[in-house]
């Protein structure tokens, strides 16, 4: 019997929610917002609410369900525990799993948000094909995940692959949300380029597309495009940053390649070009041999490595 | 049948080499000196011959063997391929397994040294236990071996952990062997040990023990016990490089230990006083819960592990 699996991705604002089938392609996907009151208490009922809905529209059944995976925006450990709680949504600790199933009776997998993308990415998209890969989600923050042998690192809390908050210099003075000073986030996700912006058109009165309208990593690389020699240099402080931070994570872990995603990765090949020659100044040669390439799967990312961990993970 | 696995580490100057029982008793330990001459063409020679004596004076026949696990000095692919050759030995890349067994005809496994005395810490010693474990060899240079759910990860091309060489400094001016500057193995071996006390004793004249005798990583760790003040800024100096540097592998891999043995493990629990304040200072919240103890091993880490990958790898 061909069974199907769902695949879930609770984000702050809405939950992206895919049908799949057993050999991984999406035939539906939807969305439902997040209700953030009372702690986000209603959320897993919505979910669970939405994907009977769907069942019933499908005719689907839960003995042709493979099961539910849950993408969760903070850290999941192997059990499906929330060691820390979420703070977008509210959530204190709990499992996952064993929720979920009080209202649908099938096997639940719950991983972190950022782990279940890496999965996702390598199951059918960029790192397809690749069984060592590390996935770094440049948005508003910097989110990893890390493959080994096909195997998603979780780590034993959870905490596998958090490479956003690795510690990358010594001289910061601002603090990153994490407390500390000088994580990788500071300088390499969407926040982080847009301060390393506003730092250099401090410094002088240079002229520069950045100063008109908004300044956001998107303007910034739209200004690398058209040659402008401010966002330039603003693009290789970002590119020194991220290469030598994925040198470290090279260093550790020896990955065949890297997928870069997330809202910053739009800016395409170009924001490889700062990486990898910086990563290539840094890295141990045992480790030099590595691919860079972009994400696939946008915003999908989530829901594919969660059903696809559900269903091989 | 009770069988037999033979575990092998080939360093330098001497070949290790131990014969285990499969629950992982250590039987009978020995070494051979290891002969550099003709580019190390002797050397595996050497150790076939020493283990069919062994073999023999034990009465154990191939048959009676799960096989050989052997600890090289070099990055060492899972299919046993020696990827960057070994520069201590002198040796071309080549496959391991295959040449070994021209000479003795059972399983054979080869995997990096470090790495091997990671797993041989968790198998049968300090790490016990555990099954998500970073092992930190101080000693000439820092070696790193990762275990990620009872598997080491061996990486891509065999450089899973080597982090000796995450660039953790910014304003270094001298090079690192592997010709990059600001690795951890500047700081945090004896070596990089010995450098940070001659930078110190050089900046003043504050009285030190250090200005007596030779200077070594044990001279100034038994300052340090004598409440020797240049010594304890260097060993803080020590402890704030080595505890970020594992801050950011926790950030990756997150695991439940840090075995810390090497040469320099000697210096005693007084050693992890100095690293553990500077890890939490740094580590992200998920990785925070740590245990951070002493390799129980010594030498034998090497022959433990390459056994144990042989029988449970």
């Given at each position: 019997?061909?069974?199907?699996?769902?695949?879930?991705?609770?984000?702050?604002?809405?939950?992206?929610?895919?049908?799949?089938?057993?050999d991984?392609?999406?035939?539906?996907?939807?969305?439902?917002?997040v209700?953030?009151?009372?702690k986000?208490?209603?959320?897993?009922?919505?979910?669970?609410e939405?994907?009977?809905s769907k069942?019933?529209?499908?005719?689907i059944?839960?003995?042709?369900?493979?099961?539910?995976?849950a993408?969760?925006?903070?850290?999941?450990?192997?059990?499906?525990?929330?060691?820390?709680?979420?703070?977008?949504?509210?959530?204190?600790?709990?499992?996952?799993?064993?929720?979920?199933?009080?209202y649908?009776?099938?096997?639940v997998?719950?991983?972190?948000?950022?782990?279940?993308?890496a999965?996702?990415?390598?199951w059918?998209?960029?790192?397809?094909?690749?069984?060592?890969?590390?996935?770094?989600?440049?948005?508003?923050?910097?989110?990893?995940?890390?493959?080994v042998?096909?195997?998603?690192?979780?780590?034993a809390?959870?905490?596998?692959?958090?490479?956003?908050?690795?510690?990358?210099?010594?001289?910061?003075?601002?603090?990153?949300?994490?407390?500390?000073?000088?994580?990788?986030?500071?300088?390499?996700?969407?926040t982080?380029?847009?301060?390393?912006?506003?730092?250099?058109?401090?410094?002088?009165?240079?002229?520069s597309?950045?100063?008109?309208?908004e300044?956001?990593?998107?303007?910034?690389?739209?200004?690398v495009?058209?040659?402008?020699?401010?966002?330039l240099?603003?693009?290789?402080r970002?590119?020194?940053?991220?290469?030598?931070?994925?040198?470290?994570?090279?260093?550790?872990?020896?990955?065949?390649i890297?997928?870069i995603?997330?809202g910053?990765?739009?800016?395409?090949?170009?924001?490889?070009?700062?990486?990898?020659?910086e990563?290539?100044?840094?890295?141990?040669?045992?480790?030099?041999?590595?691919?860079?390439?972009?994400?696939?799967?946008?915003?999908?990312?989530?829901?594919?490595?969660?059903?696809?961990?559900?269903?091989?993970?």
């Open positions: 019997m061909e069974k199907y699996a769902l695949g879930i991705d609770i984000g702050g604002t809405t939950v992206k929610m895919g049908l799949f089938s057993q991984g392609r999406l035939l539906d996907k939807w969305e439902i917002p209700r953030l009151e009372n986000g208490a209603g959320i897993l009922p919505d979910v669970a939405s994907l009977l069942m019933r529209e499908k005719g059944k839960t003995e042709n369900l493979a099961g539910i995976g993408g969760i925006p903070g850290a999941v450990d192997k059990a499906g525990n929330l060691v820390g709680g979420a703070v977008n949504l509210g959530w204190e600790p709990f499992n996952i799993p064993k929720v979920l199933r009080t649908i009776e099938v096997p997998k719950a991983v972190n948000d950022a782990n279940a993308a999965f996702g990415e390598m059918q998209g960029g790192g397809k094909g690749y069984d060592n890969l590390v996935m770094v989600t440049l948005g508003t923050g910097v989110g990893g995940g890390i493959i042998d096909g195997s998603l690192l979780v780590g809390f959870g905490g596998g692959g958090e490479i956003g908050h690795i510690h990358i210099d010594d001289q910061e003075t601002e603090c990153c949300g994490c407390k500390n000073k000088g994580c990788l986030e500071q300088y390499a996700s969407a982080g380029v847009v301060r390393l912006a506003q730092q250099r058109l401090k410094q002088d009165d240079a002229p597309l950045l100063r008109r309208g300044l956001t990593a998107k303007s910034v690389f739209d200004a495009k058209a040659k402008d020699s401010v966002a240099e603003v693009a290789e970002f590119g020194s940053y991220l290469g030598k931070g994925l040198a470290n994570v090279a260093n550790v872990v020896n990955p065949e890297f997928v995603g997330g910053m990765s739009q800016a395409g090949e170009i924001l490889l070009s700062f990486v990898e020659p990563f290539q100044k840094y890295v141990f040669p045992a480790c030099r041999e590595v691919v860079f390439t972009l994400a696939k799967l946008g915003n999908d990312a989530g829901i594919y490595g969660a059903a696809g961990l559900l269903l091989n993970g």
